[in-house]
């Protein structure tokens, strides 16, 4: 058995087929764990989602920004934006039970190996949360998602405020910084404000700010964390941080990890990827 975690696919699903190729995966034997963004910008986000319906629970996956907007687009929440790449999914037959298992994967994910742990998530943790209360604050926004309140909830879920965590915030206020934080930070203020604005690597980092991952005392600091939506950083590999997303639908590449006997054994492998759209 061998465990996988693999970053952003982003709608490209043949190089998620020739990836899978590579590492021999196997349902019956293995597990991958998709670090959102499973759709969208990629030219084939239905065969990516058919794919992971298929491997019947041998592909789990955590809900990024972009599948979060597919469940807004189906819902009418949201209009389709200029570059997005959504429409086979939405006028797919069989959309009903894509758009409904995408709903069902949650924001955090945990994973107990060799007597180790690991915390997943697409984007960011802030640095008040540690891995119990990350998950807590996740299973929150799942259990909106799996109810009938999904339409209001997708409607309500864009902004920027609060852009930081209290722990008095209720209601919408409170969801939206979870699902912000989880899917789409990249750089905090050391007192844990969110920035938006920026997209650039972590070696030009603005004024003012940090990586998630470099604010002083956070709260998961010494939890290994798995993450992707951060192209510009690309590849990253410490003991405390892993970060996968390598800019696939670019014309980066597609990245996957192989665990070993512990999560600190790691062996990186990648598959090349056509470009599907330009940055900018």
Same mark, same amino acid.
């Not at 690597?201 to 998961?220: H, I, K, N, Q, Y």
């Given at each position: ?51 992971? %319906?298929?491997?019947?629970? &041998? ?11 597919? %469940? ?19 006028? &797919?037959?069989?959309?009903? &039970? ?36 990350? %998950? ?16 209001? #909830? ?41 920035? #938006? ?9 603005? &004024? ?50 192989? #665990? ?8 990186? %492998? ?11």
């Amino acid at each position: 058995m061998a465990i996988y975690c693999i970053g952003d696919v982003q709608g490209c699903d043949e190089a998620l087929q020739r990836l899978l190729e590579q590492i021999d995966f196997s349902p019956s034997r293995d597990t991958v764990y998709l670090l959102g963004d499973l759709v969208n910008r990629g030219p084939a986000s239905v065969q990516v989602l058919r794919r992971c %319906l298929a491997a019947d629970g &041998a592909i789990l996956s955590l809900l990024g920004n972009h599948d979060l907007h597919l %469940l807004a687009v189906a819902h009418g929440a949201r209009k389709p934006s200029a570059r997005d790449t959504l429409a086979q999914v939405l006028q &797919a037959p069989d959309r009903m &039970a894509l758009l409904d298992w995408l709903r069902q994967q949650p924001l955090a994910r945990t994973l107990e190996h060799g007597g180790e742990s690991m915390l997943m998530v697409h984007a960011g943790v802030l640095p008040q949360w540690d891995t119990a209360q990350t %998950l807590i604050l996740a299973q929150e926004v799942q259990a909106v998602l799996c109810s009938r309140d999904l339409p209001l #909830f997708l409607r309500q879920m864009y902004g920027n405020a609060p852009d930081h965590w209290s722990y008095q915030l209720q209601g919408m206020d409170r969801l939206r910084v979870v699902v912000n934080a989880l899917t789409r930070l990249r750089f905090c203020s050391p007192a844990g404000a969110m920035d #938006f604005a920026s997209t650039e690597s972590a070696t030009t980092t603005p &004024a003012g700010l940090l990586p998630w991952f470099e604010v002083p005392g956070r709260r998961t600091q010494g939890q290994l964390v798995a993450f992707g939506h951060w192209s510009t950083l690309g590849w990253l590999n410490r003991p405390d941080v892993l970060a996968l997303d390598t800019g696939c639908v670019w014309g980066g590449c597609l990245s996957a990890v192989r #665990f070993g006997r512990t999560l600190a054994e790691r062996e990186l %492998l990648q598959v090349r990827c056509p470009q599907a759209q330009k940055p900018g």
